[in-house]
């Protein structure tokens, strides 16, 4: 009865109004996933059809909103759309995300409409998402009457879709590569039209390259020479079936094993729990290969007046072997602590950046002036900046053999945060460029040794509403952003190649670090931890020094 009743109110909405844009046709209506989540969709749109005697405003309007319908290659909007122009209209080509009630139809001339749309971010048709100047960009239409009905024989290639359609008609899919080393995969987030995931997943992962940003810093174990065919990925129960050209007969089992990795960890966010690669209708022996977790322990970490380390209970920290000890040598202002804590990057009360490793001397790496929280990497670098020097960035070996890293911000004035992932192959950073407090993001190249060489091109995730404050990677495809928001302060999850979302943060707070799920902590300037617990902060201990961040949990205990 739910069921039928539904329906019925779909029907009613379409011959009562033309301009209604789609209701679901089952489970609840939402705005879309957060930051971070992916699962498949529990409901469709259906786009409203032309109606007769439609103006050529309305048909312009009705195409518009047919673009929340990617089902049969967006079928209904290609009905407003004359016979003979349907083929050559490509939907996929881009996709405008924009603020639709800023929306413009301006009727010029005999059969002409004009649509002025404010862009705030753009989808390519590799699934690439990239913010926008937030201009307003017009969309021009040429219409001509069909069987005495108004339908459009020219328009702009791609589909416009609201900020608060996107994430209901488009999902997150992560593309995963290898990171250089062969130890970490790395997601390189794509969006595409949940219907027929699968497909749209492998053809980008095994046809395509990783973005052009990322791709001097990871890798992909299929050849330039194997692609897919036939181009599509049937599904049974939940598994993809991934059928690939012949040279993936003359491949060895290693990288074979790389494949089906790259493959059934993309293929997850899908909803699919395994995948089957096949030549001429055959199975191929592949099997998944172990990789290195990134995971992080959940306690917060954190310096107090009773030492360095885990938060174990009210006012008690317990010991990290070594690490603990040392930092009793040293006034830290900031703390970062290696994967396997082996070491933790330190910038002093004085402002130089230090090595404070679990055995050995201490070790000062860099003194010049004004520079911002060091960083470590996978491989034991510490990276360090000067605030005001943006291009001056360098990385220290475990030795302290410093490595100029080149092509750093190159546009910016001001760096005033970084964060590198926990895979070692990109690199995130408050900066100003223009005047304008910005999020960016860039790949980490890597000599043939693994000693950093450059950074590559940046990619601005976000513009900030005030000053970068800190950053953090929450997990490894998301960011955690402490920035000023008027005279109040903002917490920002921003989506490496996604959308963001914000919310309020106690005013006084001055540091961030991630947890092991898409949450973060705060500290207050008066010492006062903070944990999110959905929109809100709880008070989570009292009289921390230094919030510190964690690069990982050391291998022999990730079980």
Known sequence: MLRTALVAVVAACALAL??????????????????GAVSPPDFSYVPVKPQDG????????????????????????????????????????????????ARSYVKSGDGKVVLTVTQQAT??????????????????????????????????????????QFTSVFHQYPLMYFDPSWQYLVPDMRWFPASNAATRIATALVNGKPSSWLAGSVKSAFPDDVSIDPPAVPVTGSIAEVSLTRPVLSLKSQTLDRMQTQLVRSMAAAGLSGVTMEYNGSALSAQEVATRSSRIDSRALVQTDKGFGFVAGADEVEAVAGITESMTKIRPASIELAADYSAAAVRTESGAVARVPASGDLLSL???????????????????????????LVAFDPAGKRAEVNGAWTNASRVGAMAIS???????????????????????????????????????????????????WIDDSTLGVLAQSGSGRVVVQQIV??????????????????????????????????????SNWEKAGTGVRVLAQAQGIPPSTQG
């Open 18 to 35: 033309s301009a209604c844009a789609g209701l679901p046709t089952s489970g609840p209506v939402f705005a879309g996933l957060p930051p």
């Open 54 to 101: 439609a103006s050529p405003e309305q048909i312009v309007q009705g195409f518009i909103d047919a673009g929340i319908g990617p089902e049969g290659n967006w079928a209904i909007a290609q009905l407003y759309l004359a016979p003979d122009y349907r083929d050559q209209w490509k939907p996929r080509e881009i996709t405008t995300i924009d603020d639709r009630t």
């Open 123 to 164: 989808v390519d048709a590799d699934g690439v998402y990239k913010t926008s100047e937030g201009g307003q960009t017009p969309l021009a239409f040429q219409l001509e009457k069909v069987d005495d009905q108004w339908r459009i024989s020219q328009a702009p290639d791609g589909i416009v879709l609201g900020t608060d």
């Open 366 to 392: 860099d003194e010049r002036q004004g520079l911002i929280n060091p960083v470590i990497d996978r491989a034991g670098f510490i990276w360090s900046v000067p605030e005001s020097d943006p291009g001056g």
């Open 422 to 472: 926990r895979d070692g192959t990109r690199l995130a950073a408050l900066v100003t460029v223009g005047g304008q407090p910005t999020i960016e993001v860039s790949g980490v190249v890597r000599d043939d040794d693994g000693v950093p060489t450059s950074l590559g091109d940046s990619v601005t995730l976000a513009k900030l509403p005030g000053r970068g404050i800190a950053l953090t």
């Open 497 to 534: 190649g996604g959308p963001a979302s914000s919310i309020s943060a106690p005013d006084d707070v001055v540091a961030i670090a991630g947890t092991t799920a898409t949450t973060v902590r705060l500290l207050g300037a008066d010492g006062t931890l903070y944990s999110e617990r959905g």
